[in-house]
């Protein structure tokens, strides 16, 4: 490839991209009322997106071989937990995080 | 509606300066902002690496995390510059990759309404970790919550960017004992996800999510699930439409379902 043709691909890789993020304003600008039906997908998406993007992070980790997702249960049960008892999102992440890192480098 | 209403018009009494709102704004914004950098700067670091063993200068990672700014597809783009000129396949690739970003723009029409020039920037660098701390967090009263969503967008990038950029440069000089360290940000989606389970009344959606992307991901693999997934969402949710209530916003129920 040449500096032009790469230039090219990674161009259209972020214009790809942005166009996924600019649509829907778009589509729906700002100025005109939006669909019933479209500010009902605004409030009903995000839990199914924040859903999708929890399995999305495991999407690597194999039920089936190597530790079975174990570290990976073990740590966001701990982050639950953190996050349920004190509901401080730092405190949650930090918590969880180190359990897996601790898991992984030690235990498994 | 927003969830913030008339949030950007509060400020405090003695109307502080232009420089103290800024100021404020990124304080605030800083905090949330901690465990991305924990995860962009090992993903980044690793995306610079992988691009400098493939023979890459670290100008690549970094006009790339400059100009993209979308993880996974960034990783796939090496690849491809790897394999003979095929632009369409880029843009194909790209569109498909980051498809769930239409998600975040519908879910964000209403957030992002008035942010003036800001909008650009804050559509522009909406990737899953500031879309996701944009959505969820209640910003602090008196705290102008443009100049907020515009620091979370702006530091996010700076950690991609500088993350990307490190890693071309040091390429496999670096020797890691942070394994692990990424689950950061799991952990970040699994809070998020929780405080979105402790707001909404229906939990169907939250659901949904987790259910119909596990299948997905068992039927299509890990590379092609999201779309699927996307798909089956949308068909069910829009089912379900009637049995959803959103109090905050009588339209949705009583407009085309009636």
């Known amino acids: ?108 | 509606m927003s969830l913030y209403p008339e949030q950007s018009t509060l400020k405090p009494k003695d109307n502080p300066s232009r420089g103290t709102v800024i100021r404020q704004a990124l304080a605030a914004a800083f905090p949330y902002t901690i465990p991305i950098f924990a995860g962009f700067w090992f993903l980044g670091i690793t995306y610079g690496i992988y691009m400098n063993v493939s023979g890459f200068s670290f100008w690549y990672p970094m006009l790339m995390a400059l100009v993209i700014f979308a993880g996974s597809v960034e990783f796939i783009t090496v690849n491809m510059l790897l394999n003979p000129f095929n632009p369409l396949q880029a843009l194909a690739m790209a569109l498909m990759i980051n498809a769930r970003h239409l998600f975040y723009g519908i879910s964000m029409l209403d957030r992002y309404k008035n942010a003036g020039w800001k909008k650009f920037y804050l559509i522009f660098g909406m990737c899953d970790e500031s879309f996701s701390i944009n959505y969820s967090v209640k910003i602090p009263e008196g705290i102008d919550r443009f100049w907020f969503m515009f620091f979370v967008t702006l530091l996010n990038h700076l950690y991609w960017v500088s993350g990307a950029t490190l890693g071309g440069l040091l390429g496999s000089v670096i020797t890691f004992s942070t394994e692990g360290l990424s689950f950061a940000m799991t952990a970040l989606l699994v809070v998020i996800f929780l405080e979105q389970w402790l707001k909404d009344s229906v939990h169907i959606s939250e659901l949904l999510g987790l259910g119909i992307s596990l299948l997905c991901l068992i039927i299509f693999g890990a590379d092609g699930f999201i779309i699927p997934s996307m798909l089956l969402l949308l068909a069910l949710l829009t089912l379900l439409r009637r049995r959803m209530e959103y109090p905050a916003d009588t339209d949705c129920t009583t407009g085309e379902a009636a």
């Open chain 1, 1 to 108: 490839m040449t500096l032009t043709q790469q230039i090219i691909t990674i161009l259209m890789v972020a214009i790809g991209t942005m166009l996924t993020r600019f649509l829907p304003f778009l589509i729906f600008p700002a100025g005109k009322p939006t669909p019933p039906y479209i500010r009902f997908l605004g409030k009903a998406l995000p839990g199914a997106v924040f859903g999708m993007l929890v399995i999305y992070c495991l999407k690597d980790v194999s039920i089936f071989s190597g530790n079975h997702a174990i570290p990976e249960l073990i740590a966001i049960a701990v982050t639950t937990a953190l996050h349920l008892w004190r509901r401080q999102m730092l405190l949650s992440i930090a918590g969880g995080t180190i359990c897996y890192m601790l898991l992984m480098q030690l235990a498994f």
